[in-house]
């Protein structure tokens, strides 16, 4: 167990829905990742929080947002959903923000769009 | 461009065996960071290790060892006496010093499945 939560574990939804992924980071990491597990891209990193503030983007797309709060979870959500959209959703987080902090992933939350 | 190149996208082999798994690496940045992960049938992703670029030398960590060498950018990964709970997804992955971020940047991913 890394210690970083994620709920839910599995979600189903329609396309053109909106969805929130949510993840708890370890007790005392700042940071928080979120990426994206699909067939045919792998693994992709999306977004990086650093103690509240956007830190970094990766491959997100516009349909995309994120946020960390104040007690340091982390939210993702994704609209007007498409089949491609469907893929296993991972938060990591770290103690730091930067390259050479080990990232501890959560279980992951599988987003099936029907 | 930042890259991580894992050509062998399946191996199989019998309990006991070692195996190495190939992990090529593509970046501009002079100081570096190498990760290996494992995601078991669970789907987790545990980390197992970190190595930074201005440190060479090989690491050994029971059965699992790791090997790095700037000259080739490679970072390979060999199991010893490989035993059926090694079967997993391995992930090589890659992030920059001169991001100053923690993005990781993974290769595809190499299947192994240890047979008994």
């Known amino acids: 167990d890394s210690g970083v939560t994620q709920t839910p574990k599995h979600l189903i939804t329609a396309t053109g829905q909106r969805v929130t992924l949510r993840c708890s980071p370890r007790?005392?990491?700042?940071?928080v990742y979120w990426y994206q597990q699909s067939l045919d891209q792998g693994l992709q990193f999306l977004i990086q929080y650093y103690n509240g503030e956007e830190r970094a983007k990766g491959n997100i797309l516009e349909r995309f947002s994120a946020q960390q709060f104040p007690d340091l979870h982390s939210e993702l959500n994704l609209s007007s959903l498409e089949l491609g959209d469907s893929a296993l959703y991972f938060c990591a987080s770290s103690v730091g923000g930067r390259s050479y902090n080990e990232q501890f992933f959560g279980p992951g939350t599988r987003l099936t769009v029907l | 461009a930042q890259k991580v190149t894992q050509a062998q996208t399946e191996i199989s082999v019998v309990e006991k065996e070692d195996v190495t798994l190939d992990c090529v690496y593509e970046?501009?940045?002079?100081?570096?960071?190498l990760f290996w992960y494992k995601q078991p049938p669970s789907g987790e992703l545990v980390f197992l290790i970190r190595?930074?670029?201005?440190?060479?030398q090989n690491e050994i960590s029971g059965r699992y060892s790791w090997n790095f060498q700037k000259s080739t950018s490679s970072f390979n990964f060999t199991i010893t006496a490989s035993q059926v709970v090694d079967s997993a997804v391995y992930f090589c992955a890659l992030s920059e010093a001169a991001s100053n971020t923690g993005k990781l940047i993974f290769g595809q991913g190499t299947t192994l499945q240890v047979k008994p």
């Open positions: 007790s005392g990491d700042l940071s």
């Open positions: 970046t501009r940045d002079t100081t570096y960071y």
């Open positions: 190595r930074n670029s201005f440190d060479e």
